[in-house]
């Protein structure tokens, strides 16, 4: 039976941290403001927002709020992220993802500056961490990497298998595995031999998006696992359930620590976003981050 990484908890404590860090800001008459953008009325989208929003509330960070509708074309789009980077009272911008047919996010997301990227999708961004270099990180692998760390404070030298490619989890968590001195191995849903893969894994990342792919079987003894998948299936019921990747129920009794879906790793990332939005405030200052805020 392993221990249960409590993200709910977890990301609880990264608030507080966010919340002490704008703290020590205010008293150097610094404001840390986040610029959310959701373009149209996707449902699912206009909840993550007002979560964002009401999170930010909570650690004393401002929120610059804009809801373009859905017919808005790409270049004003595109002219509203340029007004929010010029903008010297925004230190972060987010502007929700889908956006609907007829705009390219990517040439949305390239459109933010670097430094004001608190989503870390920018591929500047993501350059600088493969080069290791000072980077704004994506949210739900700098989610992961916290969690790992309230378990295991020190990965270096490790085995980690990360199971799963993404540009925004999978190839972002192997280069915080790697910085973390790691022996990373990235795999995917069509890595040969994928059971035998985890196997070795003393850490397990599972970024696949499949429900329950990862059997108990292929769980290492006392291995670290976090699960990132939120899948929606069918439960006993009839009705819907969320499930991870991982095949929890039974991959508990093996791992010696592990992620829970509801309540691991999803919980950590709106509290890195808040993260990311003090750290991003810090940089354009060319201030240090104040230490309450942990690495990733
Ligand atoms: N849509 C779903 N998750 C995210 C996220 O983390 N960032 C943005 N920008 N859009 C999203």
């Known amino acids: 039976m392993s221990r249960l990484i409590d993200g709910k908890a977890v990301a609880a404590e990264l608030r507080a941290r966010v919340a002490e860090a704008v703290a020590v800001l205010a008293d150097r008459d610094i404001s840390p403001g986040l610029a959310t953008v959701l373009v149209g009325e996707d449902p699912a989208s206009r909840v993550y927002v007002r979560n964002k929003i009401r999170m930010c509330a909570e650690v004393g960070i401002r929120s610059i709020e804009h809801a373009p509708d859905a ?55 993501a350059g ?41 989890v999978g190839k972002p968590v192997a280069q915080l595995l790697l910085a973390a001195h790691c022996t990373v191995t990235i795999a995917h849903s069509r890595t ?80 890195c976003l808040l993260r990311n939005t003090v750290i991003a405030a810090c940089r354009r200052r060319g201030m240090d981050v104040p230490e309450a805020i942990p690495p990733a």
Do not use: Y
């Not at 992220?81 to 009272?89: H, I, M, T, Y």
């Not at 080069?131 to 085995?159: F, H, N, Q, W, Y």
């Not at 292929?218 to 095949?247: M, Q, Y």
């Open 71 to 125: 017919g808005i074309s790409q270049a004003a789009l595109l002219d509203l992220v340029g007004r929010l980077n010029a903008d010297p009272e925004v230190d972060g911008i987010l502007v929700q993802l889908p956006l609907p047919a007829g705009i390219d996010a990517s040439r949305i997301t390239e459109a933010i500056d670097p430094l004001k990227d608190v989503d870390g999708f920018h591929t500047t961004n």
């Open 128 to 168: 600088r961490l493969s080069a290791g270099l000072e980077a704004m990180v994506p949210c739900t692998p700098a989610g992961c990497m916290i969690l790992l760390r309230s378990v295991c404070p020190d990965p270096k030298g490790l085995r980690a298998v990360v199971v799963g490619r993404s540009n925004i």
């Open 192 to 271: 040969v031999d994928l059971d035998a893969r985890c196997r070795e894994a003393d850490i397990l990342i599972a970024a696949v998006g499949r429900a329950e792919m990862i059997r108990g079987g292929w769980i290492g003894p006392g291995a670290t696992v976090i699960d990132v998948g939120i899948n929606r299936i069918e439960g006993k019921d009839g009705k819907g359930v969320l499930v991870g990747d991982v095949e929890f129920e039974a991959a508990k009794e093996v791992a010696g620590a592990i992620t829970p879906v509801p309540g691991g790793v999803g919980p950590m990332t709106i509290a």
